[in-house]
């Protein structure tokens, strides 16, 4: 299995960026996938997850900015994030576990995924 990220960079606070998390050896829509995020002197927090009904959890901090969506076809995960904020600093984790039994956002609260990506920096300036 290979997650591989791309789409970070800095941008200034209020604007936009989209990640992208490309999968092999892995279909995205087998079991659960998320998105995760690690500041600087921070534990690994789960940022958003989506199931493979379809069905999508995100933390507080980042409801109603950010999107996560995948593509079937491309065998690609997505995480579409607006009006970032400086607190959205962080290195960004693409992860999927194969757990079919739903509750993939309680999986993502304990970083309880089995396959990992490698991280993409996504910088947010105020």
């Known amino acids: 299995v290979q997650l591989v990220e791309s789409g970070g960079g800095s941008v200034q606070a209020g604007g936009s960026l989209r990640l992208s998390c490309a999968a092999s050896g892995y279909t995205l829509s087998s079991g659960c996938m998320g998105w995760f995020r690690q500041a600087p002197g921070k534990e690994r927090e789960g940022v958003t997850t989506?199931?493979?009904?379809?069905?999508?959890n995100y933390a507080d901090s980042v409801k109603g900015r950010f999107t996560i969506s995948q593509d079937n076809a491309k065998n690609t995960l997505y995480l579409q994030m607006n009006v970032l904020k400086p607190e959205d600093t962080a290195m960004y984790f693409c992860?999927?576990?194969?757990?079919?039994?739903?509750?993939?956002?309680?999986?993502?609260?304990?970083?309880?995924?089995?396959?990992w990506g490698q991280g993409t920096q996504v910088t947010v300036s105020s």
């Open positions: 992860a999927a576990d194969p757990w079919h039994g739903g509750g993939c956002w309680y999986r993502a609260l304990s970083v309880d995924f089995g396959y």
């Open positions: 989506i199931d493979r009904f379809g069905t999508t």
